[in-house]
């Protein structure tokens, strides 16, 4: 069975610090997606990435990072010079093309607050 | 990227009641599906909506509380039936585009509130 963990449940930092949040996920598959999501306070669900499992390239885009390591099942993100407006809460997610289509399997999120 | 959107945005409801919610996809779809979100919680697939045949439900969630249509490729509703306050959650609606497989977007949700 597939599962998402991000142990982080909450994190505050104070703007511009940078921070990274930590997802390891578990999968039977070859074959799987990863996914973030941002979901600011007015509670929409807003895509970030989607990672295939066969590519373990980091990627960078503008503040964002993130970082893929199959070796240790982990997909970290992080947000370079955090801004306030960062502030939501973050899912990482995981699909198992496989064996359950697009269905995805959430983590359960970690709270990120950026203090001015 | 697909733009979804859902109705109501959020209502509030009497115990014993039902609410349909519908969601709407600006072009056609493989795949959609519902998620509920409790209060502070994760999301939790509910069940995937499959366009012209009944709903594929995930372990805990069963028709008769959820019932789920899909009559063609950009459109599904999901009911919530006889509320009670445990039903308080964020319901969401999600899709995968034709051409992005497994590149899910998800709608603004509906916030709803038993009391």
Not at chain 1, 68 to 83: E, L, P, R, Y
Not at chain 2, 63 to 69: E, L, N, R, V, Y
Not at chain 2, 86 to 108: H, K, M, T
Request: with cysteine; aromatic share 12%; proline share 4%.
């Amino acid at each position: 069975a597939q599962k998402v963990t991000q142990a982080q449940t909450e994190i505050s930092v104070v703007e511009k610090e940078d921070v990274t949040l930590d997802c390891v996920y578990e999968t039977r598959d070859t074959t799987y997606y990863l996914f973030w999501y941002k979901q600011p306070p007015s509670g929409e669900l807003v895509f970030l990435i989607r990672r295939n499992s066969f590519d373990e390239q980091n990627e960078i885009s503008g503040r964002y990072s993130w970082n893929f390591q199959k070796s240790t099942s982990s997909f970290n993100f992080t947000i370079t010079a955090s801004q306030v407006v960062d502030s939501a809460v973050y899912f990482c997610a995981l699909s198992e093309r496989e064996t359950s289509g697009s269905r995805l399997t959430f983590g359960e999120g970690t709270q990120l607050t950026v203090n001015p | 990227s697909a733009v979804i959107s859902q109705k109501p945005s959020r209502d509030i409801c009497q115990r014993g009641t039902s609410l349909t919610i519908q969601c709407q996809v600006d072009s056609q779809v493989t795949m959609m599906f519902w998620y509920r979100q409790q209060p502070g919680q994760s999301l939790t697939l509910i069940a995937t909506a499959n366009q012209g045949s009944e709903a594929t439900y995930e372990s805990g969630f069963v028709i008769d509380k959820f019932p789920i249509s899909r009559p063609n490729l950009t459109f599904s509703t999901l009911t919530v039936s006889n509320m009670s306050p445990e039903d308080s959650s964020i319901y969401l609606c999600s899709a995968v585009g034709s051409r992005s497989y497994n590149e899910q977007f998800f709608g603004p949700g509906t916030r709803l509130t038993v009391l």
